[in-house]
């Protein structure tokens, strides 16, 4: 049960619709850029811009909510300025324009989760492992947005889309004034000292953030382009939207599952098998795709890809770093994100051509398989400072 006075229902509904921006940016992005008649070496590269703004903008406003303490006042401005700058969607569809606008928003976008996690996590304290079942809110959102736009746009104009950004964004930016703050709590890690470069410099930190850029490495070509891959591969705009929400309801009921499974593994072997699983998915997804049984599966699959892996990503960085230091913490996490998710996205505009589909998703593949390797050979006998560690 969770408890009283938990705002749960208030954060859980922040989540809803903050992911229902990403379940109609996901999937639906790409196919918009195309729309517009844009190659997809410059899809890649309008869809790598926000995520390499994600390498320097979390880190920003991290170090801010730390040193302030106003985390809930950053993600407040983020939602409203996220929505002020992604209007200028509609002054202009030239490259150089959306380029602009796409690296404009994302500046404030990627100022709100990292921050917003904090918040979450200071309101569950001794109870972190829960936070799935908040978080599972955000999936739900993912799904609605997804199934929604897909039978939307299998009727209408993709020229519906920006619209119907604004209408999410507008959302986000409203829940997030209903949210109470909440601060970490300092006395949990008081024998942390050093600052956060002392902190990462403990074992084991830097090979889990080299291992979270190598997982978003490897989802660059299914963020990028599964929807034009399946699209081209006879799928409707409809049924596409279902395979995305299939992917994301297996991850619903992991997060349902985490707190039980987390009383039989460790974080690190969750994250073994998340990368192992992520490895074999793109592998069906870039080989097999035209199988519709094959597909259901890998889409599944996403249970670990994104599931299992971010649940224990979370609750290892929260783990791993002092209050002082838990918006960096965070922050660094979706900043690393940011740089997997940029290259993954280049290399898959510039393979896709190159190399074509079977062996961009093989690409990565192999990223995948080099993060399991990374994280198996890391001693399970070695923690962080405190209680964190693989093996907490």
Excluded at 118 to 131: D, G, M, P, S
Excluded at 136 to 148: A, D, H, P, R, T
Excluded at 324 to 349: I, P, R
Aim: net charge positive; aromatic share 14%; with cysteine.
């Amino acid at each position: 049960m969770i408890e009283p006075a938990l705002p749960y229902w208030r954060l859980s509904g922040f989540y809803l619709c903050y992911f229902a921006l990403l379940g109609a940016t996901a999937p639906f992005l790409a196919l918009y850029f195309d729309s517009l008649g844009f190659s997809p070496a410059r899809i890649g590269e309008l869809i790598a811009i926000p995520m390499l703004m994600r390498c320097l903008a979390p880190s920003l406003w991290g170090w801010l909510g730390d040193r302030t303490g106003r985390r809930l006042l950053i993600v407040r401005l983020g939602a409203f300025c996220t929505l002020a700058s992604l209007s200028l969607i509609f002054v202009s569809k030239t490259y150089a324009w959306l380029a602009l606008v796409m690296a404009l928003h994302a500046f404030f976008w990627h100022a709100v989760l990292p921050q917003f996690e904090v918040i979450t996590l200071a309101h569950l304290r001794e109870q972190a492992a829960r936070y799935t079942q908040i978080r599972l809110w955000g999936s739900i959102g993912f799904i609605l947005s997804v199934v929604g736009l897909g039978i939307l746009f299998e009727r209408y104009s993709l020229a519906l889309y920006p619209w119907l950004l604004l209408a999410i964004v507008a959302c986000i930016a409203l829940s997030s004034c209903w949210v109470p703050d909440a601060q970490p709590s300092v006395s949990r890690r008081e024998s942390a000292t050093g600052g956060l470069i002392a902190q990462l410099r403990q074992p084991g930190i830097l090979a889990f953030y080299l291992c979270v850029a190598l997982m978003q490495l490897s989802h660059g070509p299914y963020y990028t382009f599964i929807s034009i891959h399946l699209e081209h591969l006879g799928y409707s705009r409809g049924m596409i939207g279902w395979l995305w929400a299939l992917g994301v309801l297996a991850e619903v009921l992991v997060f349902m599952l985490i707190p039980q499974m987390l009383q039989q593994v460790s974080l690190k072997q969750m994250l073994v098998v998340s990368f192992l699983l992520a490895s074999l998915r793109w592998l069906l997804l870039g080989f097999f795709a035209e199988q519709l049984s094959v597909l259901l599966f890998a889409q599944l699959l996403h249970a670990a890809t994104f599931g299992s892996f971010h649940a224990a990503a979370i609750l290892f960085v929260q783990r791993s770093f002092a209050a002082q230091q838990q918006g960096q913490g965070q922050a660094l996490y979706a900043a690393l994100t940011g740089v997997g998710g940029a290259v993954g996205a280049l290399y898959a505009g510039y393979s896709w051509t190159a190399l074509g589909a079977k062996w961009t998703f093989a690409l990565a593949s192999l990223a995948a398989l080099a993060a399991a390797i990374i994280i198996a050979r890391y001693s399970s006998t070695t923690q962080p400072a405190g209680t964190s560690g693989y093996d907490a």
